[in-house]
């Protein structure tokens, strides 16, 4: 992989984004990066974030044969400096470059929503793995996998990589033989052009609700949506949930660049959905049967074009929840616009395991625990509703906390959802404290709960207690709902990611020595 200076200014000039070039000689870029301390002879440095003036003086020791920033620093002497009007944008677009344009040669489905991304992630890439005979890659929150080959698949640092990386591991999967991309994307992405000129094939739009907003997030709800908009203005294909919150405005926006008759719509029957004259659900889908194991829904297509993808069926998750079938339903309609099969979904959607999301572990005499990655208002409302309506259940108890530093509003929006949802016990612990004081951040849930709906509420700060406390108390049929941690194996305290074993393993061994 290579980079010559000619054509990287040639781009950044037809994106308007070229200030001017000091020290400029003609060069052959070898290598790109945004870190000093991964800089190598011929690196292309970009200099980004939260950068300081001193890295820079490191990439050249290390090698830097340029850089491009957004103002010239004394630190670079005398290697070409590419001034730019925006650094992220300007590296999104130099790293695709480079990385020779990958994302041509894949089939790209990005979903975004405050909620699902990664369920319908993984219920596509198990659809596509069948259809494409693994030929699929996954850039997901969890896990980032380039290939069949075990080095291929590691865990992921952000839902959406940092653009270098971005199409690094694209031109990865494309070498390793991939022909078809699931990716997650942030509105965090957008909003730091992560991804700034990436195309994708199709763009799932899920659903959006107050979230990530606050000091390094998100100014306001209208940011945020704009951001997570973006995804639809740059998918060839939009399929979006018609029950979105802000349809009229999602679906415009769609509008504004794609066709009408490229912009599928989903809905469940008989949701309440307000469309805009003329605009008909592609879509629909119903509930057979929900239990506390899996779901079983029926998929319709009620237009023409709908009906030509033939994937009519009833299908069957793995995943329960009355919310993974909206995921499911997504994930088989832009699979099926990749070209998969219903037969592949079929096959795939009953044995689907996603890592801290309604992870089930069955007990003898404890009930049911569910591990779960619910950690605002939508997620945890829905969660509880769901589990609500299983009339078999015995008493519900949940057990969560609210992070620290960041998503205040998750406090009064936990305080919401359990007042509405009513769950017999509430145990209010540790999740992520940060720099907080957990008890103070557990008070301050509890301040937003109405003690007159709900009033069996403890406070156990340490989480592993927390969690046997909540197992202790329960029997047979009751459930357990271990909220907002997922699969984390560490909480964040004080700036250091502290170990902690994750909450299924805290589980799963006390009910093994509970019942051994
Ligand atoms: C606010 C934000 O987007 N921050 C991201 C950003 O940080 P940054 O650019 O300021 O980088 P930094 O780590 O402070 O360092 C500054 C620069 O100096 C460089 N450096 C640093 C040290 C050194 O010795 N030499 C050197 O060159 C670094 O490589 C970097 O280029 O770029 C980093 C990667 O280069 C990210 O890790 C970091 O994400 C932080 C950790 C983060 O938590 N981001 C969250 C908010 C996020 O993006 N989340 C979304 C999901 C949430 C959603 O749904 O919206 C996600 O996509 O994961
Ligand atoms: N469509 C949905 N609507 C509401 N809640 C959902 C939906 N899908 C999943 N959830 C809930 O949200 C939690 C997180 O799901 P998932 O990881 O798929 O979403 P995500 O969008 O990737 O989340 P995050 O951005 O927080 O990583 C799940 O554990 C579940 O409780």
């Known amino acids: 992989m290579e980079l010559h200076i000619t054509p990287a200014l040639a781009l950044l000039r037809e994106h308007h984004l070229l200030d001017h070039v000091s020290n400029l000689t003609d060069f052959t870029a070898t290598s790109v990066s945004y870190d000093s301390r991964k800089v190598q002879p011929g690196t292309l440095f970009f200099c980004k974030g939260n950068f300081q003036p001193q890295y820079l003086a490191s990439a050249r020791e290390n090698g830097a044969i340029a850089y491009v920033a957004e103002k010239e620093h004394p630190e670079g002497g005398d290697i070409p400096a590419i001034i730019v009007r925006d650094e992220q944008k300007a590296m999104a677009l130099l790293g695709a470059a480079f990385y020779g344009y990958p994302q041509n040669d894949l089939f790209i489905i990005a979903i975004t929503g405050t909620k699902g991304k990664t369920t319908t992630a993984y219920f596509a890439d198990h659809i596509l793995a069948k259809s494409t005979d693994k030929h699929i890659a996954l850039f997901s929150t969890l896990d980032r996998v380039l290939g069949n080959q075990p080095g291929d698949k590691f865990k992921s640092d952000l839902t959406t990589p940092e653009s270098l990386d971005l199409f690094h591991d694209m031109r990865v999967a494309v070498n390793n033989g991939m022909t078809h991309l699931v990716m997650e994307v942030s509105s965090q992405a957008y909003k730091k052009n992560r991804i700034y000129g990436l195309k994708y094939n199709v763009g799932i739009f899920l659903n959006i609700s107050p979230d990530h907003i606050g000091r390094n997030e998100h100014p306001t709800f209208a940011d945020y949506l704009h951001c997570k908009e973006q995804l639809l203005v740059n998918s060839e294909i939009c399929l979006i949930n018609a029950e979105t919150a802000n349809f009229t405005d999602v679906y415009y926006t769609a509008k504004a660049t794609t066709q009408p008759e490229n912009i599928y719509l989903f809905a469940r029957r008989g949701a309440k959905v307000k469309l805009p004259a003329g605009v008909e659900v592609d879509f629909e889908y119903r509930n057979d049967l929900e239990d506390l194991h899996e779901s079983e829904f029926e998929l319709a297509a009620l237009t023409d074009r709908a009906k030509k993808l033939q994937l009519d069926n009833r299908y069957t998750t793995s995943v329960p929840g009355d919310y993974n079938e909206g995921n499911a339903v997504a994930a088989i309609i832009a699979s099926g616009l990749a070209g998969a099969k219903t037969a592949d979904a079929v096959a795939t959607l009953d044995h689907v395991h996603i890592r801290g999301r309604m992870e089930m572990i069955n007990s003898q005499h404890h009930g049911t625990i569910y591990v779960d990655y619910a950690h605002n208002y939508a997620s945890l409302k829905r969660l509880l509703a769901f589990l609500k309506r299983q009339t078999n259940a015995g008493k519900v108890t949940v ?31 540790t999740d992520d404290p940060g720099y907080e004081d957990p008890m103070k951040i557990a008070r301050e849930i509890d301040s937003y709960i109405d003690h007159d709906k709900v009033s069996n509420i403890q406070f156990e700060m ?32 004080k700036g250091q990611d502290t170990p902690y074993p994750t909450d299924v393993k805290i589980a799963q061994d006390y009910i093994d020595q509970l019942e051994k």
């Open 399 to 429: 057990v969560l906390g609210a992070t620290g530093d960041k998503g205040i509003s998750r406090r009064s929006g936990f305080g919401k959802a359990l007042t509405e949802e009513q769950p017999d016990e509430v145990i209010l612990t």
């Open 462 to 493: 340490d989480r592993e207690t927390a969690i046997k406390m909540a197992i202790d108390e329960s029997q047979n049929d009751d459930i357990v709902v271990l909220a907002g941690k997922g699969e984390d194996p560490y909480q964040k305290i």
